[in-house]
């Protein structure tokens, strides 16, 4: 998934080569619910998402901008994903993935709960949840 090159001048089609695959967003879904995990954290995810899928996502994530990794702050033997602004930026389109799931599937009570909050006030949710993150990347 490492970007080389644009395959076209379409927006849609240059973000796809960046996080359009089927794992990618899971990843940035779970940095941006706890941002700053480890390796071992990913692979707890209820998809499961095989190891060496993992690391070649982690990497073009990492090689794209949308992560950063860091040292881990309480072990040697780990590193720190964490998203970079370029992968916050991300947040309203999570948000509107999440409401067209919501229309189309049954989703978890604790998404519902969230998505309450969301059509409340979309800008006002978006806005809370990106300063979240950049206060989550200064710790």
Not at 2 to 25: A, E, H, M, N, Q
Not at 62 to 77: F, G, I, T, Y
């Amino acid at each position: 998934m490492k970007v080389t090159g644009k395959r076209s001048d379409c927006p849609i089609g240059c973000s796809l080569d960046v996080w359009g695959d089927k794992w990618t967003l899971l990843i940035i879904r779970d940095l941006m619910e706890a941002n700053g995990r480890t390796y071992g954290d990913f692979l707890k995810s209820p998809e499961r998402i095989a190891t060496n899928i993992l690391a070649s996502r982690l990497q073009a994530l990492e090689e794209n901008q949308l992560v950063v990794k860091l040292e881990h702050p309480d072990s040697k033997a780990k590193v720190l994903y964490k998203l970079t602004q370029k992968g916050i930026d991300l947040l309203p389109i999570m948000v509107e993935i999440n409401l067209w799931a919501e229309k189309y599937f049954t989703i978890p009570e604790d998404r519902k709960a969230m998505l309450e909050e969301v059509k409340k006030d979309k800008d006002g949710f978006i806005k809370k949840m990106t300063k979240h993150l950049i206060a989550s990347n200064e710790n």
